[in-house]
């Protein structure tokens, strides 16, 4: 079993920038893809990045390209979203998850195996 615990979320103003942070114990190593989702309200989760398993490899979405970038610590078991230029649009609950099975990008939600529990971004306008 793998725990996934975010943390970095807030309350930032338009234009600011806030970095999530996403820590895993339990069956931990660098033997995981990991991504991060976001759900706004009303809305289906989306994947905002993703990156494979030795973080040579990453993803982004059209909608935050440029402006967000993934990363990953192994030694410290931990992904990172740094975000900047946050837009109104940003706000969300944002989910970090992980893949045993697979080691490169994935980009859709069902072949992720542990998700953390989301922290909030709300970016004012």
């Known amino acids: 079993q793998v725990q996934l615990v975010e943390s970095g979320g807030g309350l930032v103003q338009a234009g600011g920038s806030l970095r999530l942070s996403c820590a895993a114990s339990g069956r931990t190593g660098s033997s995981y893809a990991m991504g991060w989702f976001r759900q706004a309200p009303g809305k289906e989760r989306e994947v905002v990045a993703a990156?494979?398993?030795?973080?040579?490899?990453?993803y982004y979405a059209d909608s935050v390209k440029g402006r967000f970038t993934i990363s990953r610590d192994n030694a410290k078991n931990t992904v990172y979203l740094q975000m900047n230029s946050l837009k109104p649009e940003d706000t969300a609950v944002y989910y970090c998850a992980a893949s045993w099975k697979y080691t490169g990008i994935i980009v859709t939600a069902a072949p992720y195996d542990y998700w953390g529990q989301g922290t909030q971004v709300t970016v004012s306008s």
């Open positions: 990156i494979g398993r030795s973080g040579g490899s990453t």
